[in-house]
């Protein structure tokens, strides 16, 4: 029975990987701000309107920054809480030995069935947050397009790539 308890590790694993795919798409952001500087600042042929466009890219770039660092993920505090009870569970009931009767297994079992509540309650976390992850996914691009960090063809492209599982946020 606590071979049904390793969804521990999966739900790990994609949470693992979402952190990972958000960064990319961090990153990815931060660098399409960054060429979109680099051809601001390539396309202005004063000095003077060189350092204004650079000026001007840069804080749209920080303010964009900090907006996102404002942004919180409440579904990840929930993924970890839920982990968290489901492994205690596990390990309590692990730690339950057979001695004295059927009273031992019967508290074993019942530790069991909670992990394994605590793993449908992840999964069923898990397949709400897709939609709450690509919503917020497009909001950040659209929000990005509209400070000139990144154009609506890429912008469009980010979006796709969330949405088809090759990048998250």
């Known amino acids: 029975m606590l071979a049904d308890s390793g969804g521990s590790s999966t739900d790990s694993t ?3 990987r979402w952190n990972k795919e958000g960064s990319q798409a961090l990153s990815e952001l931060t660098t399409a701000a960054k060429d979109a500087t680099a051809a601001t600042q390539a396309n202005t042929g004063a ?3 060189e350092k204004e466009a650079t ?3 840069v804080s749209a770039l920080d303010k964009f920054n900090a907006w996102l660092s404002s942004l919180f993920d ?5 993924i970890e809480r839920l982990t968290h009870k489901m492994e205690l569970a596990i390990s309590k009931s692990e730690n339950i030995g057979g001695v004295g009767g059927s009273g031992g297994y019967q508290q074993k079992n019942a530790l069991i069935d909670e992990a394994m509540g605590y793993n449908n309650k992840l999964q069923n976390t898990n397949t709400r947050a897709v939609p709450i992850y690509e919503a917020q996914a497009t909001k950040v ?3 990005a397009q509209k400070a000139g960090l990144i154009t609506k063809k890429q912008r469009k492209n980010l979006v796709r790539k969330i949405k088809n599982g ?3 946020i």
Request: proline letters at 0%.
């Open 14 to 16: 994609n949470r693992d």
């Open 47 to 49: 000095k003077n309107d």
């Open 55 to 57: 000026e001007n890219t």
């Open 74 to 78: 409440w579904i990840e505090v929930r």
């Open 141 to 143: 691009a659209k929000r």
């Open 166 to 168: 090759a990048m998250s």
